[in-house]
């Protein structure tokens, strides 16, 4: 169905269907505006990455000839690149952005046929949702660091927010202990080194307050 479309054409299709300007999402939320300033620099860093890898797919798919191990590679490196500077690579990030890699091709698979899914419109939505999770565990990690012994969940409050994060919303706990999010356990909204999974964590827009 993409034969003899250009990518141009394809994102003038799709529009803009799940990403919002970064101003707006993350202006949203509970941050500074030297916060808020940060993950918008981080967001265009990963929305500009992301998009080139996504061109690359659209490419070959256009010719028939997909080598999605090489997409998920390069979407690994390009995320890596993109916070490179900016977030630390600990462990926690690296296999992260891995198992990242990997959602996105079986997602990418499973709707080979959706325009949606190589276009920019999703690289500004990855980019916005990754920059938060990138720095709602760097900011997680500079906490423990620099002795910090308690921390709050900060949801936004609005018609858009889940049910389960309205409920742990503004709760305080000790730095070290995980807050139970729909059933799962998260140190920090959009963590997923306990074992939460994509229903607490796609679009998420929570932060944390420590102190």
Known sequence: MFEHMTFDELNRIVGKNRSEPYQTYFGEMDLTEEEIEERIVLAEKLEENFLFVLALLFTMVQYNSVNYEQIRNRFEKSYLKA????????????????????????????????????????????AENESLSCWNHQDFADAIKSGKRKKQWMDVRDKKERETHLQVGRTIKPIDQPFVVGGF??????DTSLGANSSQIVNCRCTIKYF
């Open 185 to 190: 356990l998260m140190q920090h909204p959009k």
């Open 83 to 126: 916070i490179g500077g900016t977030i630390v690579a600990d462990d926690y990030i690296n296999q992260y952005i891995r198992n990242f890699s990997y959602d996105i091709i079986d997602s990418t698979k499973a709707h080979a046929d959706d325009m949606y899914y190589y276009s920019s419109d999703r690289a500004i939505f990855m």
